[in-house]
């Protein structure tokens, strides 16, 4: 790819006019270069003829505007892949779903990381997006300061990502190659195989886990996500909103090489082991699984020891869980009970519920009864968890000091 061309926005609609003109909105507001930006409207076929007009009837300042109406029902995963199919004409594309607004900054951030990583054959995509969130456990998730504006996570992006024609392509050729299926038997989370077949961000996690590959995330995000009813969501949810970048007093991103970063997080969202091993003198063993949320499925682990939030016999050495990300517990060697450094084949199966600290996890006041919180933070949560059938124990129970929830 030239990196000196500009990537193409390609905005992705079915059958939603309020989410898109939001977006479109967004996307007038932004900075650009003094070049052309293309962008491409495609829209999947739906009864909604209104969803065209929006797309015809908006006015693209910034270069020339194409809209694609498909005359078929093409789904969800269809879509997107002809989307990505764009980048061979394109160079390199934004991919945008309907449901996202964009931050001013979004597109110089684009370019820059597509100049500073469009060689990195280590690098899958990039994302425009930063989480908050654990997906498969929906618990909050940080990644760890090394210094640079990115973090690499082995977890496609689905709210805002950048392809270059060569990533999509190698993408193309290995989901091409013979009739792709996930299953229990793959080494991704349950969460992700779970997914619909309409999913076609399942098959591009498969991909990277597969192939060891990489997505960049910003540390500060340059899209959110309004989470309102479509294909994946039946209710409107404010969960995935994040903080986005409105300003910055220098419009320059300090990246960093993928080989040098300790900020590499693996499909489950925790910190890779060597990462553990670069810049902690705590841990002695290096044939090691990192499970600090306590998701990943046990039988699939290979590993001799194994760092978890999971009740363990034979425990070599434990950790607390003050700081925040939590990995830092274990980096620092923070005295507690809440992580454990063991043999894997200690962990107690029969009992596998990690620990789970509430108010570690959203900031809850000990000394403050649970039942103040009605209405806020923590029964969004609680909500969210029931939904997900994952709380198994007596939410209530607590003592002088903490509440504590095991899952």
């Known amino acids: 790819m030239n990196c000196s061309h500009n990537p193409a926005i390609v905005v992705i609609a079915y059958n939603r006019v309020k989410p898109l003109k939001r977006l479109l909105e967004s996307l007038e507001k932004a900075s650009y270069p003094k070049s052309n930006v293309e962008l491409v409207i495609s829209i999947d076929y739906s009864n909604n003829p209104e969803v065209s007009k929006v797309a015809e009837n908006f006015k693209w300042l910034y270069g020339t505007k194409r ?10 995963r269809k879509h997107v892949l002809l989307c990505g199919d764009l980048t061979e004409r394109y160079g390199a594309v934004i991919i945008l779903e309907d449901d996202l607004y964009v931050s001013p900054l979004f597109y110089m951030y684009a370019t820059q990381s597509l100049q500073y990583y469009s060689s990195d054959k280590k690098i899958a995509g990039i994302s425009l997006y930063s989480h908050r969130t654990n997906l498969n456990c929906y618990r909050p998730f940080e990644s760890i300061a090394d210094g640079s504006d990115v973090y690499f996570l082995q977890f496609a992006a689905s709210w805002g990502q950048i392809w270059t024609a060569d990533q999509w392509s190698r993408f193309r050729e290995w989901y091409n190659s ?13 969460s992700v195989i779970s997914w619909p077949e309409s999913s076609w961000l399942k098959y591009f996690i498969k991909y990277m886990v597969t192939n060891e590959l990489y997505f960049v995330y910003p540390r500060n995000s340059l899209t959110t996500n309004y989470s309102e009813p479509g294909t994946h969501n039946s209710k409107a949810s404010s969960l995935f909103q994040v903080p986005f970048l409105i300003d910055r007093s220098q419009n320059i991103w300090k990246f960093k090489d993928f080989s040098s970063s300790v900020a590499v997080y693996d499909v ?10 670069n810049i902690s003198e705590n841990l002695k063993v290096k044939d090691i699984t990192i499970d600090l949320y306590g998701t990943k499925v046990l039988e699939k682990i290979k590993t001799s020891y194994i760092i978890t939030s999971r009740p363990c016999k034979n425990v070599v050495i434990s950790f607390g ?3 925040k990300p939590r990995e830092l517990n274990v980096l620092l060697g923070v005295q ?6 063991a043999k894997t084949e200690d962990v107690q199966k029969s009992s596998s519920r990690p620990n789970w600290e509430i108010e570690y996890d959203i900031n809850l006041n000990p000394d ?7 209405g806020g933070e923590f ?4 909500s969210m968890k029931l939904k997900q059938k994952l709380l198994g124990v007596n939410l209530f129970a607590r003592n002088r000091t903490r509440a504590r929830v095991r899952m």
């Open 67 to 76: 809209v694609i109406a498909h005359k078929e029902n093409l789904g969800l």
């Open 178 to 190: 013979e009739k792709k299926t996930v299953t229990k038997e793959d080494n991704i989370p349950d």
């Open 268 to 277: 489950y969202f925790e910190l890779n082991p060597k990462s553990f091993e």
């Open 321 to 323: 869980c003050i700081f």
């Open 336 to 341: 507690g009970t809440h992580f454990y450094l």
């Open 368 to 374: 403050r009864p649970l039942c103040s919180y009605i």
């Open 379 to 382: 029964l969004k949560l609680l």
